[in-house]
């Protein structure tokens, strides 16, 4: 892995020269750069009417063990009555089916757990005229996972990080959602290599059925990287992973959705550095060829960043990149890629879509640590990135920095936070027109009162990526991380 050698054209390239230069003091506005279309943009909130929207989620244990379920919540943002199903599927089929109403500016929640036992179930819900958006929740002693749900299904998924050190437990969730059988290959990258489990190739997924794989019975013991890819040879399916992180440096409870489709850009919104902090980036290549990923960090001073950042990641490979580890500097003496604080990252490759990107956060949580996983954002295909964003999950508590908001604007922009009540959204008088620099990363505290239990909008005069961060639940402390919706837009 090179991180010093960056080829004096990649400086040169439109798009990521501009990227280069956010938080200088003459600052240009940082548009992304974009190739080829791969597959569909991440899950996101429309304003347009159709015959029939459906959502499908990555799946939440139901055990029926004391303190493990989870629920889905259906947002309605609009001001007539919403009206749809939801079927919930089990390894063994479909579980339950059943018609849903959501009032007007109000959400509804189907509790998983309360219909089926079963160590996971999936769901799919569909709500005629196709508006309204749906995420997920997964419960668990370790701490509770927001995550949401797909708007789409895909013939191939991917994540770059997965983890058994120290008896970690990383469980692969497969949906089938449609009448039928899908037939899938997976494929799995650790630090060895790529291997190719001859029981999971032509794998079948029964109709309307879920599939739980646990990595460890693979004989991936131990291993502190585990990239997944799961090709359909028959059919469409969505792909979900839940990791119950047990030691290692890592403490916590994260179910979360792959990645449809390779991408040559992934954003982050969110990121630090600082004492007891551990940020590390999982960077998956499943394709034949070798590329070169470059990473920017964003809302810092471009002088504050030390040497340059190119990873090499080998052909059907995963690369851990870490921005803390130390390098020499100039003078000598060790040095951080980024300095201690908030920031946002860009990893972009000029090479065809080829890779997916995810962040590892641990932060200290009281006496212990708390790890999050986010997968990166892709920017849409058309240079879209949106300026408003939809919580249909917010906090339950009062939440410092419960969100994280890039600019991606050069120019100064103000953001607003809306609750949904029954008469629609409002804004929060104390969240009004918070301001946000050109190119800058804040944190809003979500603890005023009108946003507890609420879902949440936030509006802002500018292009923003948005992440979240919820507190656990069960009485443990620290957050745990998920993007916000994006509006679709026009």
């Not at 240079?383 to 917010?394: C, D, K, N, P, T």
Request: charged share 20%; net charge negative; glycine share 12%.
């Amino acid at each position: 892995m090179n991180r010093r050698a960056i080829p004096a054209l990649v400086l040169l390239l439109v798009g990521f020269a501009a990227l280069i230069a956010v938080g200088r003091d003459e600052p240009t506005t940082p548009d992304p750069f974009f190739a080829t279309p791969a597959g569909a943009w991440m899950p996101a909130v429309t304003d347009d009417a159709s015959l029939t929207g459906s959502w499908f989620c990555p799946g939440v244990p139901a055990t029926g063990e004391d303190g493990v379920g989870g629920d889905v919540v259906i947002a309605n943002r609009y001001d007539e009555q919403l009206v749809g199903r939801f079927t919930i599927l089990t390894p063994d089929g479909v579980g339950a089916s059943e018609s849903l109403v959501v009032e007007p500016w109000s959400r509804t929640t189907i509790d998983v757990d309360a219909f089926v036992t079963t160590p996971f179930a999936s769901v799919v819900v569909e709500i005629d005229g196709g508006r309204g958006f749906v995420e997920q929740r997964a419960q668990h002693p370790a701490g509770d996972s927001v995550a949401p749900c797909s708007d789409n299904t895909s013939d191939e998924w991917y994540f770059a990080d997965g983890f058994t050190v120290d008896g970690s437990i990383q469980t692969l969730v497969l949906t089938n959602p449609y009448d039928d059988a899908a037939v899938v290959d997976l494929v799995f990258a650790t630090e060895a290599g790529e291997s190719r489990p001859a029981a999971f190739q032509g794998f079948t997924i029964l109709p309307q059925s879920v599939e739980t794989i646990p990595i460890a019975d693979l004989g991936a013991r131990d291993e502190p990287v585990i990239a997944v890819k799961v090709a359909a040879e028959r059919g469409r399916l969505v792909v979900g992973r839940a990791q119950h992180y047990l030691g290692g440096g890592r403490l916590g409870y994260d179910v979360s959705l792959a990645a449809p489709a390779l991408r040559d850009q992934w954003w982050f919104a969110d990121g630090e550095a600082g004492e007891g902090i551990t940020e590390t980036f999982a960077i998956y290549n499943p394709t034949d060829d070798d590329v070169q990923v470059d990473v920017v960090f964003l809302g810092i001073p471009v002088d504050a960043l030390a040497g340059d950042n190119t990873i090499d990641v080998p052909a059907r490979q995963v690369v851990v990149y870490d921005p803390g580890a130390s390098e020499t500097g100039e003078d000598g003496a060790a040095v951080a890629a980024v300095p201690p604080g908030r920031h946002a990252s860009v990893f972009s490759t000029l090479a065809e879509p080829s890779i997916v990107v995810e962040r590892v956060l641990t932060r200290p949580a009281g006496d212990s640590v708390a790890t999050s996983v986010v997968l990166g954002a892709p920017p849409r295909i058309d240079g879209y990135v949106a300026s408003r964003w939809h919580l249909g999950v917010g906090p339950s508590e009062p939440t410092t920095a419960g969100l994280v908001v890039y600019n991606v604007d050069n120019v100064d922009g103000t953001i607003t936070i809306e609750a949904v009540g029954p008469g629609g959204p409002s804004a929060v008088p104390s969240l009004t027109d918070v301001p946000i620099g050109a190119g800058q990363v804040i944190t809003i505290d979500l603890v005023d009162p009108d946003v507890l239990d609420a879902e949440l909008i936030v509006q802002s005069s500018n292009r923003v990526f948005v992440e979240r961060g919820l507190q656990r639940g069960n009485g443990l402390a620290g957050t745990s991380g998920s993007w916000a919706l994006p509006a679709s837009g026009s």
